[in-house]
């Protein structure tokens, strides 16, 4: 297994510039890490009026990022938005991190790279879940690490969670619903 390597002065890649990934920012930028980032052109458009650092490229992004986290939603435009060739631009030895989901990753790709062994990844979502396959190289291969997709499991984040969920149903009875990725698709005349 060996040893581990000092976050200090290497470069985390946050991919996605929304609310979680600006947290892990804060904690990355706190133990010394520089901190880039690669998001949509919206998302790179308020990363740069923000002052953050954005990647000249999105294989510069791959390829100088020491870890590269992952904080986009799963929605079809984003389904597979991460490549083989990204992958294949990563440094090696760099880290993937995945707890965002895992429709992220082009099906079958993390697997085929871990497999090569020359990169590592820390995941806690899988195409099936419960992922029960033991042959399953995202459970087996020692250069990744899985765990089942808890950590946010903590009381203060179920009562975050459930309050805003509660928001949700009352604006939403209330004809004025909010934050709708598929606003398209709302219809006032079905909610009676």
Not at 77 to 104: F, H, K, P, W, Y
Not at 150 to 171: R, W
């Amino acid at each position: 297994m060996g040893v581990g390597r000092t976050l200090r002065g290497r470069t985390l890649g946050l991919y996605g510039y929304g609310r979680i990934a600006k947290a892990v920012a804060g904690y990355a930028e706190a133990i010394g890490m520089n901190v880039q980032w690669w998001a949509s052109d919206a998302g790179r458009e308020r990363a740069i009026k923000e002052g953050a650092r954005v990647a000249e490229s999105r294989e510069v992004f791959f390829n100088s990022s020491d870890i590269v986290s992952l904080h986009v939603r799963l929605k079809p435009e984003t389904c597979g938005i991460i490549t083989e060739a990204d992958l294949a631009n990563m440094q090696s030895r760099a880290l993937l991190v995945n707890t965002s989901r895992s429709g992220l990753i082009a099906t079958g790709v993390l697997e085929a790279e871990v497999a090569c062994g020359r990169i590592f990844a820390a995941v806690d979502v899988f195409d099936q879940e419960p992922l029960r396959d033991r042959d399953n190289g995202l459970l087996t291969h020692p250069n990744v690490l899985p765990t089942p997709h808890v950590g946010y499991v903590t009381e203060d984040e179920f009562d975050l969670q459930f309050s805003d969920i509660f928001d949700q149903v009352n604006a939403y009875a209330a004809g004025k619903p909010i934050h709708m990725i598929n606003s398209e698709a709302y219809a006032p005349s079905a909610n009676l």
